[in-house]
């Protein structure tokens, strides 16, 4: 027992002197960055956790559930300054909503930052692997798979919103009675992105609407929720443990499944057919091009629902934030109503859309002013530099190392006084006129993983704000509140968008 007990003792000292030596050589090696590069630190957030950081990830989430976050971020930022740092689960992070910063960590150097150490298993069992959570070839497969559609679709598939806007009219009182536009929205989406993507609407807005989509929608938005909570609980997410949030899923999976095997079967046809397509459909639909290069259901399963999620909330909550500004704002909606009213008769196409000005201002100030995403963190892959934010004046470069996390945040980007004005928390879609704002404005990201549906969301709610207002000659808000958070993955109107209409 005795030389046991030395072997041990030896182990111990040699493996406590080995993490010493290690953790001195790896100070050195930083300082010695630090010195090359002229870097220096940044003002860190006052923990009265320090180690894990448990107080901050406990505030933020007591902020999420009671609604306020977005306003007690800005708080933090306004006293800690516009980069600073904290601890996230054991590790530095530095926080940050300063452009140069957000361009190095996209832009320059995106091949030193990355989502799948922090995003890899979050979505689990939604999805595996996708394009929001994966880096280097597996990310570039997934992309290679999903954007060659997004450089047609927002042409090719305003006959389909066409159908389903017809369906949402069906269903907007005439009488002036207040009506939410917001979950009427999200089913006109639903149903157009489930046609895209599967080929088959859930048609949400017929009148008596299938029990199997009603099932799916309540599903999905619950999932939705639930998944917000897992990303910010990041390494905790074992702590969510909902069995109705995993019922929902499994609900989720098996409306997709139904869908892929459909898909599976109709490019078995059409291999037996020579690999000729069926000329009684020649839509675009997402699902049959994909099965064409892979049968995983799996992975065909991770990839859709991948591409499904942002599809539908995304211009969903943009058009109701749209709604939400113009019912509180008739000399815009005056204003953008006359330019929409002088293209008279003429279809609307995707270039069309885009030249209507003050249309394209409406839809960037909604995206400044109400944020679908805010905070977007990132694992550093390899020690790298960000350009501002260290030292006393925190205008020095700021090394950041290996393993370490950046989170940079779009909301208080978009609304930082020294970048759009001291009228900022003000809806001005003048403000856009001749501005080109660059990394100062970034609604979808940036650099090499830019959302490739943005062109798609932005036709999208451009095509249903003009046709809303072809049809309406006036918006009235029926809103109690001013627009309040609420959380899925990101925040939208907590109280939907409650207005009246007068119909052209």
């Known amino acids: 027992m005795g030389l046991i007990s030395q072997v041990i003792a030896l182990g111990a000292t040699a493996l406590i002197l080995y993490v010493a030596i290690t953790k001195l050589i790896d100070k050195r090696s930083y300082e010695r960055k630090k010195q090359q590069h002229g870097c220096g630190e940044a003002v860190k957030y006052p923990h009265s956790e320090p180690f894990i950081g448990i107080d901050l990830l406990v505030k933020d989430a007591k902020e999420h559930t009671a609604c306020i976050y977005l306003e007690e971020i800005q708080h933090q930022y306004a006293i800690y300054g516009k980069t600073h740092e904290v601890v996230f689960l054991g590790?530095?992070?530095?926080?940050?909503?300063?452009?140069?910063?957000?361009?190095?960590?996209?832009?320059?150097?995106?091949?030193?930052?990355?989502?799948?150490?922090?995003?890899?298993?979050?979505?689990?069992?939604?999805?595996?692997?996708?394009?929001?959570?994966?880096?280097?070839?597996?990310?570039?497969?997934?992309?290679?798979?999903?954007?060659?559609?997004?450089?047609?679709?927002?042409?090719?598939?305003?006959?389909?919103?066409?159908?389903?806007?017809?369906?949402?009219?069906?269903?907007?009182?005439?009488?002036?009675?207040?009506?939410?536009?917001?979950?009427?929205?999200?089913?006109?989406?639903?149903?157009?992105?489930?046609?895209?993507?599967?080929?088959?609407?859930?048609?949400?807005?017929?009148?008596?609407?299938?029990?199997?989509?009603?099932?799916?929608?309540?599903?999905?938005?619950?999932?939705?929720?639930?998944?917000?909570?897992?990303?910010?609980?990041?390494?905790?997410?074992?702590?969510?443990?909902?069995?109705?949030?995993?019922?929902?899923?499994?609900?989720?999976?098996?409306?997709?499944?139904?869908?892929?095997?459909?898909?599976?079967?109709?490019?078995?046809?059409?291999?037996?057919?020579?690999?000729?397509?069926?000329?009684?459909?020649?839509?675009?639909?997402?699902?049959?091009?994909?099965?064409?290069?892979?049968?995983?259901?799996?992975?065909?399963?991770?990839?859709?629902?991948?591409?499904?999620?942002?599809?539908?909330?995304?211009?969903?909550?943009?058009?109701?934030?749209?709604?939400?500004?113009?019912?509180?704002?008739?000399?815009?909606?005056?204003?953008?109503?006359?330019?929409?009213?002088?293209?008279?008769?003429?279809?609307?196409?995707?270039?069309?859309l885009k030249s209507i000005k003050y249309l394209q201002w409406v839809i960037n100030e909604a995206h400044r002013m109400y944020s679908i995403s805010d905070n977007n963190p990132r694992c550093v892959l390899a020690d790298s530099i960000l350009p501002t934010g260290g030292g006393p004046d925190e205008k020095s470069p700021l090394l950041v190392r290996k393993g370490e996390y950046i989170n940079f945040n779009i909301y208080c980007l978009h609304q930082d006084e020294d970048i759009w004005g001291p009228d900022v928390a003000v809806f001005r879609p003048e403000r856009w006129e001749g501005l080109k704002p660059f990394w100062s404005f970034i609604p979808f990201g940036g650099g090499p993983r830019t959302c490739p549906a943005q062109q798609l969301v932005n036709t999208e709610a451009a095509y249903v704000t003009v046709r809303m207002m072809q049809e309406f000659a006036k918006v009235e808000s029926r809103d109690e509140y001013p627009w309040t958070e609420q959380w899925r993955i990101g925040p939208h109107s907590k109280y939907g968008c409650k207005v009246s209409l007068t119909p052209a």
């Open 91 to 352: 590790k530095r992070m530095i926080r940050t909503m300063e452009p140069k910063n957000i361009q190095a960590v996209l832009g320059l150097n995106a091949k030193d930052y990355g989502l799948q150490p922090l995003r890899e298993g979050l979505a689990e069992p939604l999805f595996g692997h996708g394009i929001n959570t994966t880096d280097g070839e597996y990310w570039q497969y997934s992309r290679s798979l999903i954007k060659p559609t997004f450089s047609r679709v927002e042409i090719c598939n305003l006959a389909s919103l066409e159908f389903h806007f017809k369906r949402l009219l069906e269903l907007l009182p005439k009488d002036g009675a207040t009506v939410d536009l917001q979950p009427l929205f999200s089913r006109l989406f639903l149903d157009t992105s489930t046609e895209f993507l599967f080929g088959k609407s859930a048609d949400t807005l017929l009148p008596l609407p299938a029990e199997e989509g009603e099932l799916f929608i309540k599903s999905f938005d619950y999932v939705m929720e639930g998944l917000g909570n897992r990303v910010r609980l990041g390494r905790l997410k074992f702590l969510y443990r909902d069995p109705l949030w995993f019922e929902s899923v499994r609900i989720v999976h098996a409306f997709v499944e139904k869908h892929i095997d459909v898909a599976l079967e109709g490019e078995k046809q059409r291999k037996m057919n020579g690999g000729t397509e069926d000329e009684k459909d020649h839509r675009y639909i997402l699902l049959n091009e994909m099965v064409k290069q892979t049968q995983d259901k799996l992975d065909l399963r991770s990839q859709i629902l991948a591409v499904f999620m942002p599809s539908r909330d995304t211009t969903a909550f943009l058009v109701a934030n749209i709604f939400h500004a113009l019912a509180r704002n008739s000399t815009i909606w005056t204003r953008l109503r006359k330019e929409v009213m002088a293209v008279g008769s003429q279809p609307l196409t995707f270039e069309l």
